[in-house]
């Protein structure tokens, strides 16, 4: 394949550490190709990525990427506001658009909707892109069918901004909608906030720590029984097939998907 027929790919939050990711799995696969980049500080007109020797466009405007940069795809590993700046941008010029950024919530999604449709483009929100915790949320959602009590907990390095994680609120959505789950009442709660925090009938609790990247678990209870699921991040590299996949799949995709596994055919 030559150059000229791979997908060109802007990476929005490229300097950070899942832009760095995301630069990789674009390295690695023969179907895509780096048309720029875009960050938070000013690095002059070009970075040079060492991987390939060699320097690609830079710019802290994500207008001026999309008006210059000729890409096919936007992908956006910032933050929530970062993140629906771009996407009208993206929408603006009918470019489809991938983003993990976290921080996102209901109205946020309402909002990538009508975006997408607008732009009649892909816009896919990917809360993680390792493939294991797709699955996870999958299995959690066949789960559900058949337990009343449910509790999430979710541990993150201690420099994340943001809590619960978007992965974590995602997994309460995708099983809350599904049906109403039975919340013991806490007659006497010493400490508040100790019970979590309550999101449409799930209780979610966040840990930060050092030494941790991220890790999710979903437990379901009946009488006499538990059921634990549980999904560890060891490595950010984890994220690359996922990455690759979103990337090729939704140039081919109108409208908002939420999460992977429509793409992964999971659902």
């Known amino acids: 394949m030559n150059n000229n027929s791979k997908i060109k790919v802007i990476v929005h939050g490229a300097m950070g550490k ?18 720029g980049f875009v960050g938070l500080k000013d690095r002059g007109n070009s970075v040079v990525v060492n991987a390939i020797n060699d320097s690609v466009p830079y710019t802290t405007d994500i207008s001026y990427a999309i008006n210059n940069f000729n890409p096919d795809v936007v992908i956006d590993l910032t933050n929530a506001q970062a993140c629906m700046t771009a996407a009208k941008v993206c929408s603006s010029n009918s470019i489809p658009m991938v983003t993990g950024s976290s921080g996102l919530n209901d109205s946020d999604l309402i909002e990538l909707d009508k975006l997408a449709n607008a732009g009649n483009v892909g816009i896919l929100v990917a809360p993680n892109f390792a493939l294991g915790a797709v699955i996870l949320t999958h299995i959690a959602n066949i789960a559900a069918n058949f ?22 609120l995602a997994l309460a959505k995708s099983i809350s909608d599904r049906k109403k789950f039975i919340q013991p009442p806490t007659h006497k709660e010493t400490i508040k906030g100790t019970r979590g925090g309550d999101y449409n009938t799930v209780n979610i609790h966040s840990l930060r720590l050092p030494g941790k990247l991220a890790q999710h678990e979903v437990v379901f209870g009946s009488s006499g029984q538990t059921l634990s699921l549980r999904h560890d991040t060891l490595s950010r590299e984890c994220y690359i097939p996922a990455i690759s996949i979103s990337l090729k799949k939704i140039t081919k995709i109108k409208g908002l998907v939420n999460g992977l596994e429509t793409i992964l055919d999971l659902k």
Do not use: R
Request: proline share 2%; hydrophobic share 40%.
């Open 147 to 168: 337990f009343d009590y449910v509790e999430i907990i979710e541990s993150h390095h201690e420099q994340k901004v943001d809590a619960p994680s978007g992965t974590a």
């Open 18 to 35: 899942m832009g760095l990711i995301a630069t990789e799995a674009i390295l690695q696969d023969s179907d895509l190709t780096i048309a």
